[in-house]
């Protein structure tokens, strides 16, 4: 089992990346950029590196005097033998984007990093050059003794299937996993460890960076198959397609974690949500079918295939969360099986949101800014996209990719952190030319842990939380319905006054 959750948790760090793919909300440029990297093995036994950038402006006005510079390959390890490692261009109108490419030989072996492409480009409002960062390649082991040529002839057989679907990011993702993927051969073992620590080392860093500035990273080469989700979007789709009448024979139950809900009315007086909602609770102790059963217990025997859609859904998201929750340990300092044991027993409540299309956008959200009370929320956000998290300042829409499940930290895990990783303040907008539908599930802890940070995370520093179970702050969240970013600051007011009611 160690071994397995190892190649998993690998699996998954090595497609990990930050927040610069998401898009700023405003009307200035917003430049995001992606690299990519692969190698070939000539005839000769010289090995080739084929390095392109593709720069996005995702902003709403153009960005002048375009320019980048890749310092990543020191002369005395490449030479480049066609293109350059800069390039300018005059300018780049919103929604387009520029290319460009070279290649490298390598002259001589071992372990290098890709680190982000910088472009400078200049807007009229301001005066100063304005920098932005490329995604990174992660490592590359140059001449190594055994070429990944087969490697990618799978890798070609999986592009070709899926075709358009796979994003730029996904792509430069997969071929790094590839790259690094332990080979059998014998010749390869030794630099093995190396590439593996030096892997897991540069996820850490990705993750401490993103969960201590906005709680909130993307992963995609997670281990849920593309079929299985685009299963999950049909199956759900039948139920939102019910009359309403039979949907509020399912209605929700249990604190929202059960059942359908239109706008969950009952939490709002103003406002409402432009949304509905389908909930199902998991847990890692129950049976083996206990999503099955409960699809056809609310739904019919009609849904029994939704019902497996699902419980293969749960089973895969209950794989992915104890994989972040070593990632996220790692990422603290912490022991690596820490937050795993909270969760090993814990449970699960997966919603599917559906946001009807909307002809005045403006004046509704699909869901208001907030933070989640859970550990951590596991997103899937169908094509049409509308999530917003808050950085900084500044609200940044993540655009939708197939591939990618966007993993964002709530108030439970900024407890166990102590207060070291955010939670994600983000909301979900509407569209007011499709609907669109969002799968999420609410990763908890069970009931009665009590949530507390690792010893090391608060020697030299004060806590900042007090002991609480999750249970308390799960009964505070639904019956006081929280929907602003105050519910964990407004929380522990409540537990002691709570507390001191109880006799002794």
């Avoid at 909301?427 to 802890?445: H, I, T, W, Y």
Wanted: proline residues 5%.
């Amino acid at each position: 089992m160690a071994t397995l959750m190892e190649n998993l948790l690998l699996k998954a760090i090595f497609a990990l990346f930050l927040i610069s793919a998401a898009t700023a909300v405003g009307d200035s440029p917003f430049i995001i950029a992606h690299k990519k990297a692969s190698l070939t093995r000539l005839k000769s036994g010289a090995e080739r590196l084929s390095v392109s950038i593709d720069i996005y402006n995702q902003g709403f006005s153009t960005a002048y005097d375009v320019s980048l510079v890749d310092h990543s390959w020191p002369q005395d390890a490449f030479d480049v033998v066609s293109g350059n490692i800069s390039q300018s261009w005059e300018k780049l109108d919103a929604g387009g984007v520029l290319s460009h490419s070279f290649e490298l030989e390598a002259k001589r072996q071992g372990l290098f990093y890709g680190a982000p492409v910088v472009i400078t480009f200049r807007i009229p409002t301001k005066a100063a050059p304005q920098e932005a960062y490329s995604t990174s390649v992660l490592p590359l082991d140059i001449l190594a003794e055994v070429p990944p040529e087969k490697k990618l002839d799978w890798a070609k057989r999986l592009l070709a299937k899926y075709g358009s679907q796979i994003s730029v990011i996904s792509i430069v993702a997969l071929f790094t996993y590839l790259m690094v993927t332990p080979s059998k051969s014998s010749g390869v073992k030794a630099s093995k460890k190396k590439r593996d620590e030096a892997a897991t080392t540069k996820a850490v860093e990705l993750v401490r960076s993103a969960c201590t500035n906005h709680g909130f990273f993307q992963v995609t080469n997670h281990g849920v198959d593309a079929d299985l989700i685009q299963a999950a979007y049909h199956e759900i789709d039948a139920v939102f397609d019910l009359p309403f009448d039979k949907k509020l024979n399912c209605k929700e139950t249990c604190g929202g974690q059960k059942g359908f809900s239109s706008a969950h009315a009952d939490r709002f007086s103003t406002s409402l949500p432009w949304k509905e909602t389908f909930s199902f609770r998991h847990g890692a102790m129950n049976s083996d079918s206990d999503v099955l059963d409960y699809f056809a217990s609310v739904l019919g025997h009609d849904f029994e295939t939704a019902g497996r859609v699902y419980q293969k859904y749960r089973e895969k998201m209950t794989e992915l969360t104890l994989i972040i929750m070593e990632l996220l340990a790692l990422s603290l300092g912490a022991d690596r099986s820490y937050y795993r044991k909270f969760f090993e027993d814990g449970y699960s409540t997966m919603r599917c949101n559906y946001y009807p299309m909307c002809k005045n956008p403006g004046v509704t959200f699909g869901t208001s800014p907030h933070c989640d009370p859970n550990s951590i929320t596991i997103v899937h956000q169908d094509q049409v996209g509308g999530l917003e998290i808050l950085a900084g300042d500044k609200r940044l829409a993540v655009p939708p990719r197939p591939d990618v499940l966007a993993i964002n930290i709530g108030d439970t895990f900024m407890a166990f952190s102590n207060g070291i990783y955010k939670s994600c303040i983000h909301r979900a907008m509407v569209n007011e030319e499709k609907g669109r539908r969002s799968l999420v599930c609410f990763v908890c802890p069970k009931e009665d842990m009590v949530v507390k940070p690792p010893e090391d995370l608060a020697l030299g520093s004060s806590r900042v939380y007090p002991d609480f179970t999750w249970s308390s702050l799960l009964e505070f969240s639904t019956k006081h319905r929280r929907t602003d970013v105050h519910n964990l600051k407004n929380f522990f007011p409540w537990l002691v006054s709570a507390q001191s009611k109880v006799p002794t």
